[in-house]
DNA sequence: ATCGATACCGTAAACGATTACGAAAATTGT
DNA sequence: ACAATTTTCGTAATCGTTTACGGTATCGAT
């Protein structure tokens, strides 16, 4: 079955030449309807795909796209590439990883831009990036180079596109169902302070506290790394505060730091939901699995996979439009509707709060099937 | 910086041709030490990449490998990708994630493959099959296409390369384990049937039993499908069995099977790892954090990815070699011993037994050190 | 000094697409 | 019917690298 086929075999098959077919490829103005479709048929028939290196080659150009993320290792990166995979896999495009080891080693970070940049492999880059990114986007963004940055924790650079979270309402959000359930000595475990979203979170906490008209205990607000060990640590603190300082509920600022801190209560004897109320943030897929299940608020990384990956191709395409303004250029599965970017986009994705049992309401918002044995694995 | 870097700028600026330059980018013959010397000193100097769309086209290569995974969103997925992504990343090759989205979809899982040999874009495979495979690799076998794959549940296709987990034998001693702590009646938890993983735990069950001159009770094996519920379900079973033949330790085939068991045991009142001991199979991230912490059996993914990775290298740039067959061409990080790989080679990594509190022997083999709370992030 | 071998290196032709440019064909207006 | 457009399509150059092939240097042996 059709060892080598190339653009050639498919031009002399359809009895055009070869720049015809290329033109139907990238759906190109300037070729009749009626041979544009003899053209696909005969690809059709003939089950032919086009050559991506050299049309990256010949166009500069790559139906490549770039992945920079960290390592897949963390709780919801999984989740963000599988909506991303889905997008992608739907065009003629494909997914180039580039996974970053180290967290810290800014080193690597912008060796592997610099590669990006030089190797000009892909037409377009997803970037998430957990820390400050300004000085590693401007190689990019200079060059025009499609970029699209996902849940970026600093301040994103001027005028380059990027889509993240509302973090603000999801702990507003949290800290309120907690308020709602009658604690009034609620704790927060801070993410580090390092990245925007800690602040953020922060933010929605003492909104809450203030609308409910709770004076904020800075006792009760302490920073940790995102990691077990730190959580348990910070409840442990707040465990050891004399008894009527003590919180009756922890917010904690991800999923990890609330495990901590439910395994610090058990050590003594502290019961969730009933002594404490344990409310985390990201919705880890193992969350569901806990031991009481965790209430949580859910980060939409799926959708912001799927939506960031639809973004950038937009871009790709319309880049790749730009010197031939031409009709249409897009693919049936990316929306048309978003065809035109060019003022930077920005958008904020909505989380949901999960209710669990964790913080002692389970049948309060969701209904008795929610329980916590179920996992969104497909 | 070096806006548009090109072999031939090279060549200009190390005084000799195109041709030379490439030959010391591919660690070819035939270049004096001292010209080689020079040509790569230029090169870093002036921060060179090769454009690798354009070697692509060239050489017939290309520098890219293809990874084709089942959902990142499995548990054990990243750590492998963890693996092959830092391996690869030591590399001047780049990695392309084709992922497939649901299992049950063979015709994706085909067409995915047909598009991989039809762009001709990659030019080794990695991939993880979590069903039957022949029919799918015969396209790139039969191509001498370097494949390899990874813990293959079917039975792989004669002579092609694949790297596996010693399921039987972890298997086995996570059932001895619970023998030697007391118990006579375990009951096993099957995965799926229609994948040969499922047969060989089965297998390990049955010898270690053998072994301690346990007799088999038939009702005490029931199949699940590897996820939380089934589990859940396959415990109640066992649980509503007489009490004499109730068992006290189940061995799950999967960790989501134990959540499941350990779940069911909670509603019933009983105590993990009191009333029943649990052990998994998997060791998922999460699995230390639950409570009680899992017993598992640990499938070192990470090990494999980088071993995997390192293989398929050693096959890409063989075969590489193939035409021209001259003396070195290995990189620094891919072990050198590897070299030749003629007979198409078959490892089988060992897994190992990771005690924690939910079998009721914590402090049996392992220091105080490693207790539940402790992750494996890095 | 001459002859092979050998080591080194350059020339030029691919590789499979894209695209500027211009020519031919079809369409329109008059 | 003819000029002016407009639509459609082919020619040929080009992208950056690899590699077959052939040409010099170099060197030890005769």
Not at 1 to 7: D, H, V
Not at 127 to 133: D, M, N
Not at 142 to 160: K, M
């Amino acid at each position: 079955m059709a060892e080598k086929l190339t653009i050639r075999d498919i031009a002399r098959l359809a009895g055009v030449s070869k720049a015809t077919v290329s033109r139907v490829l990238n759906q190109k103005p300037d070729v009749d309807p009626a041979t544009r479709e003899r053209i696909l048929r005969v690809m059709e028939e003939q089950g032919f795909v086009p050559n991506i290196a050299a049309s990256g080659l010949a166009g500069g150009r790559s139906r490549l796209l770039g992945a920079l993320i960290p390592s897949l290792t963390w709780p919801l990166i999984p989740e963000l590439m599988r909506g991303v995979g889905e997008v992608v896999g739907a065009t003629p495009y494909e997914l180039i990883l580039y996974s970053i080891n180290d967290v810290n080693h800014e080193k690597d970070r912008s060796d592997i831009i610099s590669r990006i940049v030089r190797t000009r492999l892909v037409s377009g880059l997803l970037a998430v990036f957990p820390g400050p990114s300004a000085k590693y986007l401007a190689a990019l963004h200079s060059r025009s180079f499609p970029v699209l940055l996902i849940d970026d924790q600093g301040i994103p650079p001027e005028n380059t596109p990027w889509i993240s979270v509302d973090n603000r309402v999801g702990a507003y959000e949290a800290t309120r169902h907690l308020i709602r359930l009658g604690h009034r000595r609620i704790a927060h475990i801070q993410g580090p302070l390092k990245y925007q979203v800690s602040h953020d979170r922060y933010r929605g906490y003492c909104d809450a506290l203030e609308e409910a008209g709770i004076p904020l205990d800075p006792a009760l607000v302490l920073e940790g790394d995102f990691m077990p060990q730190t959580g348990r640590a910070c409840a442990n603190a707040f465990f050891d505060l004399p008894p009527e300082r003590r919180p009756t509920a922890i917010f904690a600022g991800s999923d990890y730091m609330a495990y901590g801190a439910i395994a610090a209560a058990e050590q003594r004897g502290l019961r969730v939901p009933d002594d404490v109320a344990v409310v985390g943030f990201d919705d880890n897929p193992s969350s569901a699995h806990m031991e009481p299940p965790l209430t949580t608020v859910r980060q939409p990384f799926y959708e912001m996979g799927r939506r960031a990956a639809e973004m950038l191709l937009a871009f790709v395409e319309a880049s790749r439009m730009m010197h031939h303004p031409s009709q249409n250029g897009q693919f049936a599965s990316v929306t048309p509707s978003a065809a035109v970017f060019d003022p930077p986009v920005r958008v904020k994705m909505p989380t949901s709060l999960i209710i669990r049992a964790s913080c002692g309401a389970s049948r309060h918002l969701h209904s008795p099937s929610e329980q916590g044995g179920g996992d969104r694995s497909r």
